[in-house]
């Protein structure tokens, strides 16, 4: 495994924030002097498919893709997406997901034809993503995210909960300032409400299966 | 944000995309002139210019298509300007007729072209290597592997298009281009803008027969004194260990190169190559003398590869050289540091401490049934409603479909399946042309506005010059939407949101002659199929335009407006479960609940285009009631 690497792959569906997510964590450290990259998706992808960035902090790395196997985090904002890229996590690396689903398309003309099909549920990706770690958080962003008065915070209550992680190198006071310079001006209190919701919830559900900050 | 930092005055180190980082060189580098037409995965440079022109005094033009884009940069630059386009690889292809042309003539300004190819075409039609162009048209070629060598890249570019007279290629790669990281913003030091008087000499840009033959003799000696600046060039870099293992690379592949190398804890000598044409021999040659192997790391084809092998037949005949030739590495698809490792690893017989494939089985295993989300139109989108009035005016008509490059390509993909030729920029008109020679079939050619705009005209002259039988459907959306919506002819606001002059397409097309022309508005379903219909018996060339604004576009036009967007709800009482809302229509906002079976609209993906309440044949869909 790559030694000062913290590694975050991202996923989810086009339309979801996660370019604004990465961006938010890169310019967070660029402000805490430490060195990050991303490989990012931009274009065709976001016309509501599959998109991801891979999301590399250290000081010596090179390329902007995760290996296989190679994430520490896989963080999700939507939760088919997480499955979809698994072979990216680490064995016993750490999945944050949304517990929310966009049903794609090509299941649902499939459930037109099939009377008895029903949907990928939650509860079959944890089940699966069980048999490569046992570190799972299943977040309700989109419910944290209208608790915090707007539900396209959905990746702002994620990075919450990323945040209280221990071995995540980026320190919470340069995210709460990168947050504020990069959303949208009458967004900024929403969004950092939406932080702490993150937070919290990571500190209640997670933090008695991973080491968190203090 | 990158993008909000590229105008800063003061220098300091910024996370930014590789893209934003070309631009900020550019700017800082006093670039005067800037015309590019989107695609990914350059959109962003273009983006960018555009949204700091304000700022600043370059003129800019979102062009109608690549090569009109170069040659103005070229204008500008035979003059004396320095000047900047960027573009994707097979916009290259487009522009190329006045590329090889620019190689002969020169330029005096500086004059930089960004092009990035695209390896597992994420977003293309090939996985297309450019590099070949520069060598075919002796273009010089310059590649980073990260924003922080973008910028200092793109300076060095512009002194080396001056200092010998011709355009430099800025070569990128995806994950160069979208690839954010760290880069140091030098000073904005700018010289106001000023025009230049013409240096007359008649000639002088004027290439055909004795100039010409004039011309190569001069780019050849060019090319031999480029060669030896390169052989000395601090772009390249070697990272000498005294290993008699050495790797050459450059761009992306180095990233990958120097991560599997830390995985695998080897310390070869590694070259890595900032100028990839013309190819310094020399330092390569000298390079070589001092290895047993070396392992060629490059995406695509074996450029570098091809030429480390003829270099070596004198400097080094008996080293082993590995890469793509011998079958460590594939031609297919982009790298990984993961594939790196297991090229270097397969090559030294070197023990990995992670076995990919055995992951890579595990997933597939994981995730077995996993549904399929390809990319597919926006809640909202008019081209779902066009295809499906389109669908429903052609029902029981067999035909044929070419369809173009744009959103509506999707309709190819999982569930949709709609669409039977896509090749490149407009050419659905001329393989419509050809296929109604052949075929009994309704002829159908479906293109977007910008990409009728960008090549699709001399199609349309061609078809109604020769009467051949097909109807074309313009997707007229106002905009270039697949590339992030960015103006086009049609628009009435250009780059920094300058005024232009609008194209009105019916008019364009009926100064061809074209006289059969139907106007449609697809989220007025049952008009357009009527009007569709009846247009579609009639003999082509006809055109059908189906105008409605990209939902992306008007809904940020909406919400700066500050109105709310809405959404449609079933009315669960009321729904019989006909599916007509799902079948060939496929909105993402709409699912079947596993429960009662019945259709559901999500309220966060709606966008109210309203077409599925048009389709209901029960009236079960209607506006949301909000508490």
């Known amino acids: 495994m790559e030694k000062g690497v913290f590694s975050i792959y991202m996923a989810g569906v086009g339309g979801q924030g996660l370019v604004l997510l990465s961006n938010v964590i890169g310019s967070a450290c660029a402000k805490a002097g430490i060195r990050a990259l991303t490989g990012e998706q931009h274009g065709l992808s976001q016309r509501s498919g599959s998109i991801n960035v891979h999301m590399r902090i250290g000081q010596n790395i090179r390329s902007p893709l995760i290996p296989i196997g190679g994430a520490d985090v896989l963080l999700s904002l939507e939760a088919l997406e997480a499955l979809r890229y698994v072979e990216y996590l680490q064995q016993g690396g750490v999945v944050l997901m949304n517990s929310r689903i966009q049903h794609p398309i090509a299941e649902t003309a499939l459930h037109v034809k099939d009377k008895s099909a029903t949907y990928f549920s939650v509860d079959e990706v944890r089940n699966r993503l069980s048999q490569v770690t046992d570190k799972i958080a299943i977040i309700d962003a989109l419910a944290l995210g209208r608790d915090a008065g707007n539900p396209m915070t959905e990746n702002i209550i994620m990075l919450g909960a990323l945040s209280v992680i221990e071995a995540f190198p980026v320190p919470e006071k340069s995210i709460r300032e990168s947050i504020a310079e990069n959303v949208p001006k009458k967004a900024v209190d929403a969004n950092l409400k939406a932080f702490e919701q993150g937070k919290g919830h990571a500190y209640e559900h997670l933090c008695n299966v991973i080491k968190c900050r203090k | ?627």
């Open chain 2, 1 to 627: 944000m990158g993008v909000n930092d590229v105008p800063r005055d003061e220098p300091g180190r910024v996370f930014v995309l590789c893209n934003e980082a070309i631009v900020r060189a550019a700017i800082e580098a006093d670039v005067k002139v800037v015309s590019a037409y989107p695609g990914s995965p350059t959109t962003e440079i273009l983006d960018t210019f555009s949204s700091v022109a304000p700022k600043f005094d370059y003129r800019m033009e979102i062009s109608v298509n690549e090569k009109v884009a170069l040659e103005t940069c070229a204008g500008a630059s035979m003059a004396g300007l320095r000047s900047m386009t960027s573009m994707k690889s097979v916009g290259l292809n487009v522009a190329s007729d006045a590329f090889y042309s620019l190689s002969y003539t020169g330029v005096i300004g500086g004059m930089v072209i960004v092009v990035a190819d695209d390896p597992t075409a994420h977003s293309s039609q090939s996985e297309q290597d450019g590099r070949y162009f520069a060598m075919s048209s002796y273009i010089p070629m310059i590649e980073p592997s990260d924003p922080q060598e973008a910028m200092s890249m793109v300076k060095s570019a512009f002194e080396l298009s001056e200092r010998h007279g011709v355009p430099v290629i800025i070569r990128t790669t995806t994950r160069v281009s979208h690839q954010s990281g760290m880069a140091d913003f030098g000073k904005i030091e700018r010289k106001s803008f000023a025009k230049l008087a013409w240096d007359h000499h008649p000639g002088r840009f004027v290439t055909v027969a004795e100039t010409a033959r004039t011309f190569k003799l001069a780019l050849l000696e060019r090319t031999r004194k480029m060669e030896e600046e390169f052989d000395k060039s601090p772009l390249n870099i070697i990272k000498e260990t005294g290993s008699d293992f050495g790797i050459i690379t450059s761009g992306a592949g180095y990233n990958y190169a120097v991560d599997a190398c830390s995985i695998l804890g080897l310390t070869p000598s590694i070259l890595k190559l900032g100028t990839t044409y013309p190819i310094p021999r020399k330092l390569i040659a000298g390079f070589l003398k001092r290895l047993k192997t070396v392992v060629i790391v490059e995406e695509l084809s074996p450029y570098l590869e091809l030429h480390v092998e003829s270099i070596a037949r004198e400097a080094n005949p008996t080293i082993a050289i590995h890469g793509k030739r011998n079958g460590i590495f594939s031609e297919a698809f982009e790298y990984n540091t993961n594939i790196v490792v297991d090229g270097i690893a397969t090559t030294f017989g070197v023990q990995k401490t992670i076995n990919y494939s055995a992951i890579l089985d595990k997933a597939k295993e994981l995730k077995n049934g996993l549904p399929n989300r390809y990319p597919t139109f926006c809640p909202g989108c008019p081209h779902r409603a066009s295809l499906y009035a389109l669908r429903q005016a052609l029902k029981g008509v067999k035909h044929v479909v070419a369809t173009d490059i744009g959103c509506y390509s999707l309709s190819i993909l999982e569930p949709v399946n709609y669409g039977d030729t896509l090749l490149c920029m407009g050419a659905c008109i001329g393989v419509a042309s050809g296929i109604q020679y052949a075929v009994n079939e309704k002829v159908v050619a479906i293109i977007g506005d910008s990409t009728f705009y960008h090549a699709g005209i001399p199609g349309l002259i061609n078809a109604v010059h020769h009467g051949d039988d097909f109807t074309l459907i313009i997707l007229d959306n106002e905009v270039t939407a697949m590339t992030g919506q960015q103006p086009n002819p049609g628009s009435d606001v250009g780059a920094g949101g300058r005024p232009s002059k609008p194209m009105i397409l019916e008019n364009v097309i009926g100064g061809l002659g074209l006289e059969d022309i139907t106007i449609v508005d697809p989220y007025d379903l049952k008009n357009a199929v009527v009007a569709m219909k009846d247009a579609l018996t009639r003999k082509g060339p006809n055109v059908i335009i189906s105008r409605r604004a990209c939902a992306l576009h008007s809904d940020r036009q909406k919400r700066r407006k500050g109105e709310v967007i809405r959404s449609n709800e079933v009315a669960k009482e009321i729904c019989k479960k006909p599916y007509t809302c799902i079948r060939n229509f496929d909105c993402p906002a709409i699912s079947i609940n596993d429960n009662d079976r019945k259709a559901e609209i999500s309220e966060e993906l709606c966008d109210r285009c309203d077409v599925c309440a048009k389709i209901c044949p029960f009236a079960s869909i209607h506006l949301r009631e909000v508490e």
